[in-house]
């Protein structure tokens, strides 16, 4: 088996317990994932089988999309529904929220939060923030490339704000929403978010873990198993028969096109070989799915 599930998380299960999952129904131990989710956020996880592994970093990157209700009034420890949670300030009115949402369109330096998977001299930011020990994680640049707001619920003591975000590779919602109650001098944090759109893959079009069992079950397995070259973010490359013999063993290839340098997925006819670089007339192999994956 060689290719991407899209599959829809639910809230609850962590990604590895997803990658476990897909490892009992394949039979296989070659699975990973490409972007992780929290815990308490759902929707698009690409699994990744087989050979498609290799890919993960290729998969990872790209636009994101999220469907997020962030909630002002109130404080989190963990910028989510984890806690602990804390009262915050005063409340805004509902003319400052789109304004100050518009604020975090663009690239900038984003604190990731306190409690995240990010590692500094080899330790663990949740690890240390739960041991009580919490680490100054530095600030990384990301790019939100548009939020829409879509709703606001008010309640006595805290405000919903419903928001659609466009992002890059590498932001946090959590972070976003921490920063947005800051800005607005009240507090706030994720109450729920939803992963609608990655890797080139829609939530739409996702199954969900009973859906798999189901088709496991019924040996149907293969049916969500998505062909990973149309999901890859790179120009193509089609080599002859001799030309992928010598690719897929690792060796560079002259290529007579006049193409411009840069990274390319190989192909030989319809099957993808792998990744390479294209410099100066030459290819170089990067990332091979090896002979026997191919079929």
């Not at 390479?276 to 192999?285: A, F, I, S």
Request: aromatic fraction near 4%; include cysteine.
């Amino acid at each position: 088996m060689l290719g991407v599930v899209n599959l829809d998380k639910p809230v609850g299960p962590t990604s590895h317990d997803m990658v476990a999952l897909l490892r009992r129904l394949t039979g296989t131990r070659r699975i990973g994932h490409a972007g992780t989710l929290d815990p308490l956020a759902s929707g698009v996880l690409p699994i990744l089988v087989g050979g498609a592994t290799r890919f993960s970093e290729e998969l990872t990157g790209g636009d994101k999309r999220y469907q997020a209700v962030i909630r002002l009034g109130i404080r989190s420890a963990t910028d989510d529904t984890q806690g602990p949670l804390t009262a915050g300030g005063p409340m805004p009115s509902d003319d400052e929220v789109a304004p100050a949402l518009a604020g975090f369109v663009g690239t900038w330096p984003q604190r990731p939060p306190t409690f995240s998977a990010r590692k500094q001299d080899g330790k663990v930011a949740h690890r240390a923030a739960r041991e009580g020990a919490p680490m100054d994680l530095p600030s990384r640049m990301v790019t939100v490339e548009a939020i829409e707001l879509i709703s606001l619920e008010r309640a006595a003591t805290w405000l919903d704000v419903e928001v659609a975000i466009r992002c890059g590779p590498g932001t946090y919602i959590r972070s976003i929403a921490r920063d947005l109650g800051e800005r607005l001098g009240c507090g706030g944090y994720v109450a729920s978010l939803r992963r609608t759109r990655t890797a080139g893959l829609d939530v739409i079009d996702a199954v969900t873990p009973d859906q798999l069992i189901d088709l496991a079950a019924a040996g149907r397995l293969s049916e969500a198993i998505l062909p990973v070259a149309p999901l890859l973010p790179l120009l193509h490359l089609a080599l002859d028969v001799a030309e992928a013999g010598r690719f897929v063993h690792g060796s560079v290839i002259r290529v007579t096109s006049g193409a411009e340098a840069g990274p390319r997925a190989v192909f030989s006819g319809q099957t993808l070989l792998g990744i390479g670089t294209l410099d100066g007339g030459m290819l170089q192999p990067d990332k091979v799915i090896a002979p026997q994956e191919l079929g």
